[in-house]
Structure formats: structure tokens, C-alpha cells
């Protein structure tokens, strides 16, 4: 008897999740992947049990696929970690930042109101002498 719809689409499916990428998708495929083999394993149409070689492949598939997505899960996790050290130094280096910029704001606020002081007293002392 020839391969059943299920048996097709689990192995389909078999064959494209190693390559796939996405996190999410690759969970889903898992899923998908367990639940086709319990449909596959319930299938009336097939003989009562799978031969032992395709539930030992299926088995060593899904065990490595599992594997590829916790690798792939602990490489998300560490490239979070760095984005967060990269963020809070960032943060860091533009409080500096504005704490400088806040000092230097004052100061120059401080030498204009000075220096207007001046340049009044000067046009009065020219005026005075003109006069």
C-alpha cells in the first residue's frame, strides 16, 4: 500500500525543518510534526504499528530538531543580554551627556547675563561722555 496524506506531510515537513530559520515557525513545525505522527500512529488505514527504522528516524528527526531550536533559543537569549549591556551603557553615556550639556547651559546663561551687564554699564559711561 502506498504512503498515506499524513505520512506524505510528515516527511514534507521533515525534509524543510532543519533549513527553516524562524524561531516560530520552527516551533510550529515541531508541533505540527508531533501532532502528524500521533495522526499518522492512529491511522486506521495504515498497518497497526509503524516499522521500528521510521519511528527510529522520526524520533532521532524531532530529538534533532529540538536541539536546533534550544541552540537557537540560547543564541537569541545572549544576543539579548548584549543588547541590554549596550543599551544601559548608552544610557549611561547620555546622562553624562546631559548632565554636561545641563552645567554648560548654566554657565553660559550666567556669562551672557553678566556680559549684558557690562555692555549696558559701557553705552552709559559713552552716552555720559558724549554728553
Known sequence: MGM???EINLRRLLSVAPNQQNQS????YVATLRELLEQLSQE???PPCLPRKLQEDLADEMVGLARQLKETNQAISQSVQNTEKILDSTEEAIEQSLASTGHA???ATKIY???SKTS???WLLIFAMTC
Open 4 to 6: 498515506s496524506k499524513t
Open 25 to 28: 515557525k520552527l516551533i510550529h
Open 44 to 46: 486506521k488505514t495504515t
Open 105 to 107: 547651559t548654566t554657565r
Open 113 to 115: 547675563s553678566q556680559s
Open 120 to 122: 549696558c554699564f559701557q
